[in-house]
């Protein structure tokens, strides 16, 4: 038996979809406008999940030009059958629902083959039946909708070998409750003699809950389980620690158990700023219905599970990134696409070179940000860099960046005016900036480091003679999921900007550190 911790992926990674293959699990997550999309993680027993790699890692298979933080990616779904893996998704920017299919799940990864407008809705999945047959199962807005998230549950057979829909859509569901809101995220199963679909309701919020439906025919008619929710937070207050549990996942593990994975948020204070995350959770099968944790009801935050080795969560460490490899490790994210006009590692051995072009992260374009998310309610980021600002210094800066959307951040940076250096703390919110703090650094900049420490930061700069504060105990509320709102949880990383011009300036970072724990 080894100890699970939940969450078992910390951090902005919603919206989980499971697979198994032989002895070992694969999970998926939604990225929205950040790129690479969809990271691809590994387990052999549920509880330390490796990435080994991101589905979407060309800009050919994810456009996302343009596309607010909170749109581009949703909801992907992961399936593997007859030595293929298929991953089906929605780009809600740019196409619609697409499919991508690899022979390993590091890749490489197809182009994406396009659905069209037969695959209305969002949130699809990929179910195989007993006879290789595979069906489209996804979520989409009635013709007749009285309201905002009047919507229904419909399969499609489809053919894999022209990615095209075969025969009628059958509308199998449209939410349990009476007025259902956002029925959505569906998962088609087959055990026993029953099909069942297990789908989200209520909204990603507060209100989430997580459904069951099962029939004898794969076309229906369906019936819910009599105990849905089978699992909810939202009857346990708003101060509960952990809220918004829904869209899950099941999967089983060869041995006859049988698990959910899910997104549930973690706020302090009122207050979420590491977004969605993902959850495990036990299941038990009574009387042909899936229960969650039966005897509690409720998310734990540790539960034992069968395994033959003991296990460390992946996110419980620090991490130090250098660049002598030349390669970007593929945790670390950045927004939209066309990363080679935003950064390389290629310019000077050893360091990662962020551009100063136009793009600003309060733009929806392409800016020269290269981050990871936060995954710890304490804990310290630490950069080293060298800044050239061009010839005439212009609107260049270089620094770090924390990060909810492009409206509600926090930048420290370094830049030049009138001749002299300098160092800012600016936080926007909803779109407008307030300079919290600007000093003189009395020299060239060399580093900077930001603290979080629960629901307020601190930000310090070195000039070579060790750090010095910039400003202390930032409220970094704004940044939050209810002040901001959105689907995203928060990221930090390294920032450099000409702020509305192509400056031909540069910043060179050595390294990037994120560890855990402040104080």
């Known amino acids: 038996m080894i100890r699970a911790n939940n969450p078992i992926m910390a951090?902005?990674?919603?919206?989980?979809?499971?697979?198994?293959?032989?002895?070992?699990?694969?999970?998926?997550h939604s990225t929205f406008a950040y790129f690479p999309g969809v990271p691809v993680f590994e387990s052999e027993d549920l509880v330390e999940w490796k990435q080994v790699g991101n589905v979407l890692d060309r800009d050919s298979q994810?456009?996302?030009?343009?596309?607010?933080?909170?749109?581009?990616?949703?909801?992907?779904?992961?399936?593997?059958?007859?030595?293929?893996?298929?991953?089906?998704t929605t780009n809600v920017s740019k196409g619609g629902n697409f499919?991508?299919?690899a022979k390993s799940p590091e890749g490489p990864w197809s182009e994406p083959y396009f659905l069209g407008p037969d695959a209305a809705g969002i949130d699809p999945s990929l179910f195989f039946?007993?006879?290789?047959?595979?069906?489209?199962?996804?979520?989409r807005e009635k013709k007749d909708a009285k309201y905002y998230g009047d919507c229904e549950v419909w399969i499609r057979r489809l053919d894999l070998d022209t990615m095209k829909f075969v025969g009628n859509a059958a509308v199998v569901l449209d939410g349990f409750q009476k007025n259902a809101v956002w029925p959505e995220g569906p998962h088609l199963y087959k055990k026993d003699d029953y099909y069942y679909i297990i789908h989200a309701e209520s909204g990603t919020a507060f209100h989430h809950s997580v459904m069951a439906a099962r029939s004898r025919s794969l076309f229906g008619p369906y019936e819910y389980c009599p105990s849905n929710p089978i699992i909810t937070h939202r009857h346990l207050?708003?101060?509960?620690?952990?809220?918004?549990?829904?869209?899950?996942?099941?999967?089983?593990d060869g041995r006859g158990n049988w698990y959910m994975v899910m997104l549930a948020c973690r706020p302090q204070d009122g207050y979420t700023l590491m977004g969605r995350e993902t959850f495990l959770a036990k299941i038990v099968w009574e009387?042909?219905?899936?229960?969650?944790?039966?005897?509690?009801?409720?998310?734990?935050?540790?539960?034992?599970?069968?395994?033959?080795?003991e296990a460390v969560c992946s996110y419980d460490k620090d991490r130090i990134y250098t660049f002598e490899d030349a390669v970007i490790p593929p945790e670390l994210l950045s927004l939209r696409n066309h990363r080679?006009?935003?950064m390389s590692l290629t310019?000077?051995?050893?360091?990662?070179?962020?551009?100063?072009?136009?793009?600003?992260?309060k733009d929806n374009g392409e800016p020269a940000y290269l981050c990871i998310r936060q995954q710890h309610r304490d804990y310290e980021v630490e950069t080293k860099f060298e800044a050239q600002f061009g010839a005439d210094g212009g609107e260049g800066c270089a620094g770090i960046v924390l990060m909810q959307s492009n409206e509600d951040h926090v930048r420290a940076e370094y830049f030049q005016e009138d001749g002299r250096e300098k160092v800012r703390a600016v936080r926007c919110v909803k779109g407008t900036d307030e300079q919290l703090s600007l000093k003189d650094s009395g020299g060239p900049v060399t580093g900077m480091k930001l603290a979080v420490h629960g629901l307020t930061a601190d930000l310090w700069y070195d000039c070579g003679g060790g750090w010095q504060m910039l400003l202390s105990d930032i409220d970094i509320r704004p940044l939050s999921t209810e002040s901001a709102g959105g689907f995203l949880g928060c990221t930090v990383g390294m920032y450099a900007s000409g702020n509305g011009r192509d400056t031909g300036g540069y910043a060179d970072f050595s390294f990037f550190a994120y560890r855990r724990g402040t104080r």
């Open 62 to 88: 994810v456009p996302l030009d343009g596309c607010r933080q909170s749109q581009g990616i949703f909801a992907p779904s992961i399936r593997f059958h007859d030595g293929t893996f298929y991953m089906i």
């Open 129 to 139: 039946d007993t006879d290789g047959a595979c069906y489209y199962i996804g979520q």
């Open 11 to 28: 951090g902005f990674y919603p919206d989980p979809s499971v697979c198994r293959v032989e002895n070992k699990f694969y999970m998926v």
């Open 237 to 252: 207050g708003r101060e509960f620690p952990v809220t918004c549990v829904g869209h899950a996942d099941l999967v089983d």
């Open 287 to 309: 009387d042909g219905w899936p229960v969650v944790n039966p005897g509690i009801g409720h998310l734990e935050d540790t539960f034992e599970i069968p395994a033959d080795k």
């Open 340 to 342: 080679e006009r935003e």
């Open 99 to 101: 499919i991508v299919t």
């Open 347 to 361: 310019d000077r051995s050893g360091y990662l070179r962020l551009y100063m072009r136009a793009d600003s992260i």
